[in-house]
């Protein structure tokens, strides 16, 4: 009895020690497993790891070192001026762009005081996209005045391709001792003469020459339109005296972003316009570039008007062959001058497109006919429409 006794007192030893040993086991193991997670927490939180120059977060990007880029000086009325360009670096995005991007461009006289200030956004974060500003200057020289020409342009990658992404054009000059911007930027393309003054070396030292004279204090500049088939010329008058921008021809009726902004219309400026707030617009007629993408593949016609009128006075039906000689002589459109806001862009910039608020540029209302005077092999007349500008040869619209 007493054995039967003791070998069950020591079989339930047996039991309890196993449990015992099961039980610290398991609390063993829990903490095992716990002690790394609180480990990991508190190293968060007691010294989280440094931000580097790459780091993707908000904070990192905000504290982006800031460079400057200096352009000039640049002599104006016999004053010293500078143009300061203040850079960070640009977010690499998904396709890992490089270089910098300007967030605020001023002109400084000779003293470093600011005469003019422009702002831009900021891509603060990484992202799948990657966006960048950029601006710069040369003097601009006429045979009645001197000013500067500043041009602003805006780049986002990824993007679909363009052929020719138009920028902001930006005229300066000297009134009453006094650097002032003739008005608004303009959206516009590229000034006429740009390329070649390039080429020939005479942009790149530092000059580009205005069209030519408009009476005794007056320049002409010329900038290209596209209508959405090819590009006519339109050229803006430089009242040196008054410091303002006016369109040359007198047809052209004044429509300001206000008026435009009223209407509902928020098109861009060298685009035509869906609705003209203003009264039925004169049409004028301007000169044209000539469209290197033009092509013709096969012998094809079009339909030459002796004058751009609706009924199409004496039609005629003109071959185009793709060896014809060609001329672009004249277009004519309902072109509507918008100058912007003279008072600058809306304080409150938190998207690309507020940086550029205040910008004008050409337009013209879609209801309204694009005419194109050609020559085709010595015959000359006028063509519009879809159906003869694609039969030409024209690009296009996007």
Request: net charge negative; glycine share 8%.
């Amino acid at each position: 009895m007493k054995t039967l006794l003791g070998f069950v007192c020591l079989v339930v030893a047996a039991l309890a020690g196993a449990l015992v040993w099961r039980v610290a086991r398991s609390r063993a193991s829990q903490h095992e497993f716990a002690s790394p997670a609180v480990a990991v927490s508190q190293t968060q939180q007691v010294a989280p790891p440094p931000a580097g120059p790459n780091a993707a977060s908000p904070s990192a990007s905000t504290q982006a070192p800031e460079t400057e880029r200096r352009l000039g000086p640049f002599s104006i009325s016999g004053s010293s001026y500078t143009v300061v360009l203040h850079l960070k670096p640009r977010q690499p995005g998904e396709t890992q762009e490089a270089g910098d991007s300007v967030v605020a461009m001023e002109i400084q006289d000779a003293a470093g005081a600011v005469q003019y200030q422009r702002k831009f956004t900021y891509q603060e974060t990484n992202g799948d996209f990657s966006d960048a500003w950029f601006a710069s200057a040369t003097p601009l020289a006429g045979t009645n005045g001197s000013g500067l020409l500043v041009s602003y342009g805006f780049d986002s990658e990824p993007s679909a391709p363009e052929e020719d992404s138009p920028d902001w054009w930006q005229i300066f000059g000297v009134v009453a001792g006094k650097l002032k911007p003739f008005g608004a930027p303009l959206q516009m393309d590229n000034p006429v003469g740009l390329e070649d003054s390039v080429k020939s070396g005479v942009y790149k030292s530092g000059v580009y020459k205005s069209a030519g004279p408009l009476g005794s204090s007056a320049d002409e500049v010329q900038f290209p339109v596209w209508t959405g088939h090819f590009r006519l010329i339109y050229p803006v008058r430089i009242d040196w005296t008054n410091g303002t921008l006016s369109p040359v021809q007198p047809c052209s009726v004044s429509a300001t972003a206000e008026d435009r902004s009223a209407a509902g219309d928020q098109r861009r400026a060298d685009t035509p316009l869906a609705n003209s707030a203003s009264a039925e617009i004169p049409a004028c007629q301007y000169k044209v570039l000539l469209e290197s993408n033009r092509h013709v593949g096969d012998t094809t016609f079009v339909t030459l008007c002796s004058t751009p009128a609706a009924n199409c006075p004496n039609a005629e039906k003109v071959v185009v062959k793709s060896n014809s000689d060609v001329a672009l002589l004249l277009a004519q459109v309902s072109a509507q001058w918008n100058p912007g806001i003279a008072s600058g862009p809306s304080a409150n910039i938190k998207s690309p497109a507020d940086a550029m608020n205040d910008a004008g540029g050409v337009a013209w209302d879609r209801n309204s006919e694009v005419w194109l005077k050609v020559r085709i092999d010595g015959k000359e007349g006028w063509m519009h429409g879809e159906e003869d500008f694609t039969a030409f040869g024209f690009p296009e619209d996007d």
